[in-house]
């Protein structure tokens, strides 16, 4: 009698552990949705500020098609995004351009051919190189490269898309380096056997095996690398010359979405056009980036559940 | 995120008071103009000597920074190298703040080029030619100057982001309000201005002539072609002869009582016109200052 009261007691007494057990979960869950509470709380803010400008004085004829982005203008603003989305697109072409053989043939280093202490080593340099800030690199760009740039190729000015997409090169490959190798990583080592039990070379082993299998991976690294360069601002402001221009070449300077609204937000009265305006930025370069990681993770969705195929 | 040298460390100068712990210290807000910001920051070490209860708190960001500051009354004094327009006066107003303008300074906008460059003086017609949106000038042929390092002959125009009040005076002074011609580097700062011309042949810049270093030259500027040519001085800026001179203000919302117009009093008093004429910006009035 005395023992089921005692025992029945016990199971309704929430003591020091059940409230700690709440708090945890409570914790938990606000950390794994706090995510999406983020995101939705960013793009209604983002929202809100530009949505404004696109209903009621944008031009989609303008702000797609005209270069003239002058804000401030006395006698008449106009609001011409073009130079700024072109000047974007052209830095992080560039550095796509520079970083994808190099990011790719390092994870194919990496994860191939390197073995113990060389392998550790370059590991943490590339991790290293992703740790350093992007100002530092801007402060490269801006103060060494330009004088560089202008006695190698004998141009008027060394901030440029050259300047910009090589530093935007360089910062994107550790990232796109480290998601290649957990790609070529996640191929399963049966593959490999089986290709070098039918005699396969390592050469072949890697070409006509790993890449492929890893393929999915490899594109997802390079379109997280895109979305990277993308999003840059500090690197592009400093090192792009910051200079509203279609560029013809590499050599000629160019102006970022991102470095725009970074330059201009601080000054800029609140709730005026041009502060709207630069929110519309906002808006373009948050849908681009949101389309280029959701690809990217759609398609590493697809390896990871095509591995558990393969490697029940 | 802002970058730029000289406005992202938008350092707040606290001045040590000698018995801070007996009384509450007061702090005057200061924000706003990039081109006074050195001349802010050196007043304000220099008062925490003149009256310990006081710290005066700094930081740049560029006129329209401090005036929009000023208009949502979260500073006591705002720093601008330009005047408020009719419009942010009003929302000021609106806002229950009344600006008074404070005239502490002049500064000569000089027109910075690469050390190797010839050209010997520029008249406005021919800035205008250059910076304008309709303007001609295109090559430095074009102004009969040949440049040691610049083969392209292209002129390199370096310029200002379009909310600076550098740029808004430039503009209004130059271009008589006609747009710049698109295609110019927009530094973020005054100082990134001469520090990009230094480094480029090719290049044309504007910016205080405090921020002037040896590997720049400052050609003389010429009001209208028959006029004196001038070269940017504290004298020149002073008496009114350098054509591009502009007025630093400080504003205040209605006018200053207690602390802040005791800061003020000795900003335009003798010690503090003697700073600023320390660090290359010329006085508001005609101050002899012993070395």
Redesign the interface.
């Known amino acids: 009698m005395n023992q089921a009261l005692d025992r029945s007691r016990d199971f309704d007494h929430r003591g020091r552990a059940w409230y700690l057990d709440r708090a945890v979960t409570v914790f938990v869950f606000i950390g794994g949705t706090s995510a999406i509470l983020f995101i939705g709380g960013i793009f209604v803010f983002i929202a809100r500020e530009g949505l404004g400008f696109v209903f009621s004085e944008f031009d989609a004829g303008e702000f797609f098609g005209s270069i003239a982005w002058r804000p401030t203008s006395v006698l008449d603003a106009t609001y011409g995004a073009l130079a700024l989305i072109v000047g974007t697109a052209s830095i992080t072409g560039l550095a796509m351009v520079v970083s994808i053989p190099f990011s790719l043939a390092a994870a194919i280093f990496i994860g191939e051919f390197a073995r113990g202490r060389v392998r550790e080593l370059l590991k943490v340099l590339v991790e290293l190189l992703a740790a350093i800030p992007s100002v530092v690199w801007g402060f490269i760009g801006f103060s060494i490269m330009n004088s560089l740039i202008i006695d190698i190729f004998e141009v008027p000015i060394g901030l440029n898309v050259l300047n910009a997409g090589v530093i935007l090169g360089l910062m994107a490959a550790p990232i796109m380096t480290t998601i290649a190798e957990d790609a070529l990583k996640a191929v399963p080592d049966g593959y490999r056997e089986a290709a070098e039990a039918l005699g396969a070379t390592r050469w072949q082993v890697i070409r006509k095996v790993v890449i492929p299998a890893a393929k999915n991976g490899l594109v997802a690294a390079v379109l997280l690398g895109v979305g990277r360069g993308f999003g840059e601002t500090m690197v592009v402001l400093m090192a792009s010359g910051h200079s509203i221009n279609i560029p013809d070449s590499v050599f000629d300077s160019v102006r970022a979405l991102t470095a725009t609204i970074a330059a201009e937000l601080g000054e800029t009265a609140v709730g005026s056009d041009h502060f709207r305006a630069l929110f519309t930025l906002g808006i373009l370069l948050f849908l681009v980036t949101f389309a280029i990681n959701l690809t990217a993770d759609t398609i590493m969705r697809g390896i990871r559940r095509k591995g558990q195929r393969a490697n029940p | 995120?802002?970058?730029s040298m000289s406005t992202l460390v938008s350092v707040l100068v606290i001045a040590c008071g000698g018995n801070a712990g007996n009384n509450a210290r007061a702090v005057i807000q200061n924000k706003g103009s990039d081109t006074l910001i050195t001349v802010a920051q050196a007043w304000a070490e220099a008062y925490s000597t003149v009256d310990g209860q006081v710290a005066v708190a700094v930081s740049g960001?560029?006129?329209?920074?401090g005036i929009?500051a000023m208009?949502n009354g979260t500073v006591d004094i705002a720093n601008s190298s330009r005047k408020m327009t009719e419009r942010?006066i009003e929302?000021a107003r609106a806002n229950g703040n009344d600006p008074v303008e404070h005239l502490v300074g002049h500064d000569a906008l000089a027109v910075y080029v690469h050390a190797e460059n010839p050209v010997g003086q520029l008249t406005l017609q021919q800035l205008a030619g250059i910076y304008g949106a309709s303007g001609p000038l295109e090559r430095w042929s074009q102004l009969d100057v040949t440049i040691p390092?610049?083969?392209?002959d292209?002129i390199?125009r370096v310029s200002r982001?379009?909310?600076?009040g550098t740029?808004?005076y430039f503009?209004e002074a130059v271009l008589e309000?006609?747009?710049?011609k698109?295609?110019?580097?927009?530094?973020?700062g005054s100082k990134?201005v001469v520090?990009?011309v230094a480094?480029?042949?090719?290049?044309i810049g504007y910016s205080g002539m405090a921020y002037a270093i040896p590997e720049v030259r400052m050609p003389c500027v010429m009001g209208s072609p028959g006029d004196a040519c001038v070269t940017p001085s504290i004298e020149s800026a002073l008496d009114g002869s350098y054509p591009i001179s502009r007025p630093l203000l400080m504003y205040t919302s209605g006018d200053p009582a207690g602390q802040v117009k005791a800061y003020l009093d000795w900003v335009l008093g003798e010690t503090g016109q003697c700073i600023m004429l320390e660090l290359g910006y010329t006085p508001a009035i005609p101050t002899q200052c012993v070395e």
Not at chain 2, 61 to 65: C, E, R
Not at chain 2, 177 to 180: I, R, S
């Open positions: 995120m802002r970058r960001g560029g006129s329209g920074t929009s208009i942010e929302a390092g610049c083969d392209s292209e390199v982001q379009n909310n600076s740029f808004a503009r309000n006609e747009d710049f698109l295609g110019s580097h927009d530094m973020h990134d520090h990009l480094q480029t042949p090719c290049a």
